[in-house]
């Protein structure tokens, strides 16, 4: 069986309330040794944080705001309930970023929330997991900014161009495949290579973007399989092989505290 990780997961989606432990536990029988469940907002970062505190060594979580709710940030409370985040073993800030594409939220606000993140991660010496689609331009701008201020992270689910991907390479920035990359109408194997082993991360993005061959279902963590599995043929290596450097490469990238294997726990009289 092969050991494997999940840098970017949202199992505190409402998608999952009703059987959040079972997905866990099927998640763990296919060979998931880390989960990165994302707070994509301080609300969800509370239930992500809970989901962390349940299952210690196996799922670790972030906090930040995403780009579609960009325009209900708050200076004052947002950045407040991210340092707080920060301070009680948050491991990255994010997910936050630029989505062009759907416009949810006006373009300057996108930005404003990301810089106000980035000073947020600088302070705190996180990564950033950042989410960008259509706005090439202003994300190269932004890894200029992130290189300035210190600051590393994933451009996540990546399906951008290979100027982009190797812009954020140069900023020391790690690059994260989801399910988008067994799907047909992906044929960037060239993008799948373009990644050092050292830097490349595997995600679920779950309960969205379910691989080939559960495309349209809700995704969960325990078919990051399938993604690692077309990432290991553009490669041309053992799954079992790239599943262990991206588990690596995982717990590298956020720092993940692992329990100490057999440590003593002392209970207080
Ligand atoms: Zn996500």
């Not at 800030?93 to 062009?100: H, I, K, P």
Request: glycine share 6%; charged share 20%.
């Amino acid at each position: 069986m092969i050991e494997f990780a999940d840098s970017h997961t949202h199992l505190a989606a409402d998608a999952f309330s009703a059987d959040v432990d079972s997905v866990i536990e099927r998640a763990r029988a296919a060979g998931a040794r880390a989960l990165v469940c994302i707070g994509e907002s301080p609300a969800q970062a509370l239930k992500a944080q809970a989901l962390a505190a349940r299952y210690p060594g196996l799922i670790w979580f972030t906090c930040g705001v995403h780009p579609h709710d960009a325009h209900t940030w708050n200076d004052v409370s947002d950045s407040a309930a991210i340092r707080a985040a920060m301070t009680q073993g948050a491991v990255a800030v994010g997910e936050c970023g630029l989505d062009y594409h759907y416009d949810h939220s006006p373009r300057d606000q996108q930005r404003h929330a990301l810089t106000q993140q980035l000073a947020i991660a600088a302070e705190f010496k996180k990564n950033i997991v950042l989410h960008t689609r259509e706005a090439e331009a202003d994300t190269h701008a932004f890894l200029r900014d992130a290189e300035t201020a210190g600051v590393g992270g994933v451009l996540h689910c990546f399906t951008g161009s290979h100027a982009l991907a190797e812009a954020g390479l140069a900023a020391g920035w790690y690059v994260s495949f989801s399910g988008v990359v067994t799907f047909k109408k992906f044929d960037d194997g060239a993008l799948l290579r373009l990644v050092p082993d050292d830097r490349l991360l595997v995600e679920s993005d779950a309960p969205y973007l379910a691989p080939v061959p559960n495309r349209g279902k809700r995704n969960e963590p325990a078919w990051v399989a399938a993604t690692l599995q077309r990432i290991a043929d553009a490669r041309e290596v053992a799954v079992a092989t790239l599943a262990q450097v991206t588990l690596a490469n995982t717990h590298r990238f956020f720092s993940l505290d692992v329990p100490t294997e057999g440590a003593i726990v002392t209970i207080p009289q």
